[in-house]
């Protein structure tokens, strides 16, 4: 299924506006929302992406809800409007949303603003599916039936430990310096 299975990113451009919105960020993530922009750099990076959206299977929007909050010309009030007019473009200027009222499109909102960012768009409630992380489950917006889970994670900095067991009943520690450098 891997090898068939397509995603289409619409694209934006490094010089875009709002690319700190659409484009994956260059840094690791650290904080409760990190979940919605490693899920897009993982996303980017893999072989699910194709970049001819004839091929695709999904259509993937790649605003950030959490970038959006955090943007002083959207912030959380403007959030539903930045969502509205996205979607009001990307239905004109490509065929792919129309032709399923967007059923075969999803985004991802880790954030509780992703809550409400749909309210002036009923049919992206309706129809996209959303990847939440856990926080976002028991909003009426989410539809069980469609929507699905990502698991919210919160990157620590630091030095932590944690010992391992092995089945010999040995103890392995593992210091993690960063979540990029371990030490064993």
Request: glycine fraction near 4%; proline fraction near 5%.
């Amino acid at each position: 299924m891997q090898n068939k299975f397509k995603i289409y990113v619409y694209p934006h451009k490094a010089d875009d506006a709002f690319a700190n919105i659409f484009l994956p960020v260059d840094f690791n993530p650290s904080g409760n929302y990190a979940s919605e922009s490693y899920f897009k750099k993982a996303l980017m990076k893999s072989r699910l992406i194709t970049h001819d959206p004839t091929k695709a299977d999904f259509f993937f929007l790649p605003f950030s809800i959490a970038r959006l909050r955090h943007d002083s010309r959207v912030n959380v009030h403007g959030i539903q409007d930045f969502i509205k007019e996205y979607i009001s473009n990307i239905s004109q200027k490509y065929p792919y949303w129309n032709r399923t009222n967007g059923a075969d499109h999803f985004y991802v909102a880790c954030h509780s603003a992703g809550r409400t960012a749909m309210d002036k768009v009923e049919h992206v409630q309706v129809n996209a599916i959303q990847v939440v992380c856990s926080s976002s489950y028991y909003v009426s917006s989410h539809v069980a039936h469609k929507d699905v889970s990502l698991p919210q994670i919160w990157p620590r900095q630091g030095n932590l430990v944690a010992p391992i067991s092995v089945e010999r009943g040995d103890q392995l520690s593992c210091t993690y310096q960063t979540p990029r450098s371990v030490e064993r």
